[in-house]
C-alpha cells in the first residue's frame, strides 16, 4: 500500500516522512470486531506529531517505520465476522482509539467499530476526516458540565478543539466567550461566540478579572497565560469547572509546578 512513514522524527515530524509506494498492509486478518478502510481523507492534529517527536518513549510504543494520524474518513473494504453496523463500500469516518504504527496517513487503516460511523449524505469526506480527535475532545471538554444558560469561557476559539467548542457550547444553550487573535475575530463571531476578546489587543486575564466569578466552565485550549489555572478563581464561580486541553511544551515544568505535580 502507499503510505507516508517515518523511522525517525529527529528535528520535527514534518522533515522525516517519506513516501513509500510499497509500504506493508495493516494485520490480517481481521479480530471479528475489526474494520479495514482505505483512506480517502485524514487530518493530522499537534498530538499526532508531538508523540513521534518524543524520542525514545514513542519508540517504546510505536514500532517504526510507522505513519501518524488518527483521523480519517474513507470507504469500507473489509469487516469482521461480528460487525454489522456498517457494509462493505460504505463510506465511514472516526479516530483511531490510539496512536498505531498503521496510522491514518497511509492507505488503509484498521478500526473497531466503535471507533467509526457512517458518513451522513451530503457530508464532504474532507469535512468529516477532521472530526474525531478535535470535535471528540470539544465534546468532552464542554457537554458533562454545562447546561442551557451556563457561561463558558472558551481560550483558545479559532484552533480545532475552539472552532468545534463554540459550536457545542452554543448547541447546549450557553453564552460563549472566547479568545482568538485579531484576524480571526469575525470567525469565532461567525460560529456563534457571544463575546470575543482579541487576545493581541487585550490583557485576557485582566479583562477576565474585571467582570468577576461568572463562568460556569473555563476551557482551556491555549495553555497560555500560565497564570489562568492557578488565579481561575477570580472568575469562575466556586462551583465552576476548568478543563485543561491545550499545553505549550516548553511550558510544562512551569505548568506542572504551579499544579504542586
Not at 86 to 94: A, C, H, S
Amino acid at each position: 500500500m502507499k503510505a507516508w512513514l517515518y523511522s525517525s522524527a529527529t528535528g520535527g515530524l514534518e522533515k522525516n516522512l517519506q513516501l513509500n509506494l510499497n509500504a506493508p498492509q495493516p494485520r490480517q486478518p481481521l479480530f471479528k470486531n475489526e474494520i479495514l478502510v482505505e483512506v480517502i481523507s485524514m487530518s493530522l492534529n499537534p498530538a499526532d506529531c508531538k508523540l513521534p517527536e518524543l524520542g525514545l518513549v514513542s519508540k517504546a510504543l510505536i514500532s517504526t517505520p510507522a505513519s501518524p494520524g488518527l483521523d480519517y474518513c474513507g470507504r469500507v473494504v473489509a469487516t469482521g465476522s461480528v460487525v454489522d453496523s456498517v457494509r462493505i463500500g460504505e463510506l465511514v469516518f472516526g479516530k483511531l482509539e490510539k496512536p498505531t504504527q498503521f496510522g491514518t496517513l497511509g492507505q488503509y487503516v484498521v478500526v473497531t467499530h466503535e471507533d467509526c460511523a457512517s458518513l451522513p449524505d451530503g457530508v464532504d469526506p474532507d469535512h468529516a476526516a477532521a472530526i474525531g480527535t478535535a470535535g471528540l475532545t470539544a465534546y468532552q471538554s464542554i457537554l458533562p458540565y454545562v447546561k442551557a444558560g451556563s457561561k463558558v469561557f472558551i481560550n483558545g476559539g479559532s484552533g480545532g478543539v475552539g472552532t468545534f467548542g463554540i459550536q457545542i457550547a452554543k448547541n447546549a444553550g450557553c453564552h460563549v466567550t472566547t479568545t482568538c487573535s485579531t484576524p480571526n475575530v469575525s470567525l469565532c463571531q461567525e460560529l456563534g461566540a457571544d463575546d470575543v476578546i482579541d487576545y493581541k489587543a487585550t490583557d485576557v486575564y485582566k479583562e477576565l478579572v474585571a467582570r468577576g466569578q461568572v463562568f460556569d466552565l473555563v476551557v482551556d485550549n491555549a495553555g497560555t497565560p500560565l497564570n489562568l489555572y492557578k488565579d481561575s478563581a477570580n472568575f469562575l464561580k466556586p462551583e465552576g469547572r476548568f478543563v485543561q486541553v491545550g499545553l505549550i511544551i516548553s511550558y510544562v515544568p512551569e505548568f506542572l509546578s504551579e499544579r504542586g505535580l
